[in-house]
């Protein structure tokens, strides 16, 4: 960073030496100060994600129904994934102001929508079918009303006919899976 006077994205926001006693850092390029503003996605890498968050999504109900919770949480992690990058590209895209995301979800709870913000707390799962169940749905949902309003702010047009398919085929599981008590 020193000798290219390149800050990397992290660092524009602003940063500290705490300690320095070999004065290493006294040429390091002064940070501006201020949060880079990502580009919108492209339809690509928006139906990317989007389908490979519905990909795992049957995965994840399949192994649920077969009691698999370690690669359950394994194929959550990359649904969670993907739902963190829509969330980003929510907060940036919907808003008035500019919006300063961090790395690794961080500060989230400040920077996404307020419901979002809200429905995340249910997405988390314990170690039994019935948690899972439970977070799997809370996530479908918040995936795709985040999918929605983000479409419709980029005036992308989505289609989501397949995934209310493979959404109803997860319903279907679920209904199907005779350890579930299904009134809860």
């Excluded at 079918?129 to 047009?157: M, V």
Aim: charged share 25%.
């Amino acid at each position: 960073m020193i000798s290219t006077g390149d800050l990397p994205a992290e660092y524009l926001r602003g940063y500290h030496v705490v300690l320095d006693k070999d004065d290493l850092f006294r040429d390091l390029a002064p940070s501006p100060r201020v949060f880079p503003q990502p580009p919108p996605p492209s339809v690509a890498s928006l139906a990317e994600t989007i389908n490979e968050f519905w990909f795992e999504a049957i995965h994840v109900a399949q192994f649920i129904r077969r009691r698999e919770f370690w690669v359950v949480k394994h194929r959550d992690w990359t649904m969670k994934s993907n739902l963190l990058r829509l969330l980003e590209w929510h907060a940036h895209y919907t808003s008035k102001d500019p919006i300063n995301t961090w790395q690794l979800g961080r500060r989230i709870s400040s920077r996404a929508h307020e419901e979002a913000v809200e429905a995340l707390k249910d997405i988390w799962g314990g170690w039994e079918a019935q948690s899972l169940w439970r977070a799997l749905f809370a996530q479908l949902a918040l995936f795709r009303h985040l999918t929605l309003e983000l479409s419709k702010a980029l005036n992308y047009a989505y289609d989501d006919k397949a995934h209310q398919k493979i959404n109803n085929y997860i319903c279907l599981l679920y209904h199907e899976d005779s350890d579930i008590d299904i009134r809860d």
